[in-house]
């Protein structure tokens, strides 16, 4: 953990490089300090079928959801989330300039107790730093 699940709606292909998005997303996720490196993952889902407000077709959204294990307070998850949600909301500023634009983020503090994981990322990245 942690884990970025971004949902945005098909229109927006033409406007923004999703690509660029989820590189954004994980770089502000490593300067907040708080997850393992080994953890980070950015994904990105096209939504090729969606209604937003009237059903004009050129309103465009981005939905993320941040899954995080548990152990961090409060003050250090909000801390951490601004800084995510103004990386990238400053990207998306030129899609909020030229469209009607709904963006949206919201963090979600999984269960231990009913979260399985197996990932060999961190032990990789260990010996990598201790060996250059």
């Not at 300039?97 to 197996?118: E, G, P, V, Y």
């Amino acid at each position: 953990m942690p884990h970025f699940t971004i949902e945005y709606s098909a229109n927006l292909d033409g406007r923004l490089d999703i690509g660029a998005v989820c590189e954004v997303v994980r770089k502000a996720a490593v300067e907040t300090g708080i997850f393992p490196l080994g953890g980070i993952r950015v994904r990105a889902i096209r939504c090729e079928h969606y209604a937003i407000a009237d059903a004009r077709q050129d309103y465009g959204f981005l939905d993320m959801v941040l899954r995080i294990g548990e152990g961090r307070d409060l003050g250090t998850r909000q801390k951490a989330g601004e800084h995510v949600f103004q990386a990238l909301s400053r990207h998306l500023d030129p899609v909020f300039a030229a469209s009607k634009f709904a963006l949206s983020f919201d963090m979600q503090i999984n269960d231990k107790d009913t979260s399985w994981k197996r990932n060999n990322i961190h032990d990789a990245l260990k010996a990598e730093a201790a060996h250059g």
